[in-house]
């Protein structure tokens, strides 16, 4: 399975990518994490069902307790339609 999550708020130059990095090694999600220049963070997640809802869920509750400069505005889902990605071996933050 294959997910583009795009976040938008307060997410650059706070720490997310690497919460979110943290996340997807301890649920073995494969991918990458990515500042986007209209200052939203890109994410690209491939694993199985089961680790990508752990995955999501982790992620959700670690915005809501992160840190206090961090504000999440909106939260993107895409799993269907986005565009090819590599086949990713493990998870990245990408600059």
């Known amino acids: 399975m294959k997910v583009l999550f795009i976040v938008h708020g307060a997410v650059q130059g706070v720490g997310y990518r690497w919460v979110v ?4 090694f301890k649920n073995g999600i494969r991918g990458s994490v990515r500042n986007m220049q209209d200052g939203s963070v890109r994410i690209i997640a491939i694993a199985e069902a089961e680790s990508m809802k752990r995955f999501e869920s982790e992620i959700r509750v670690d915005l809501k307790n992160g840190p206090s400069v961090m504000h999440i505005e909106k939260y993107e889902e895409h799993s269907r339609n986005f565009p090819k990605c ?4 493990k998870f990245v933050i990408e600059r």
Do not use: G, I, T
Not at 21 to 24: D, Y
Not at 86 to 89: D, E, K, S
């Open 86 to 89: 590599p086949n990713y071996q």
């Open 21 to 24: 990095k943290q996340v997807a």
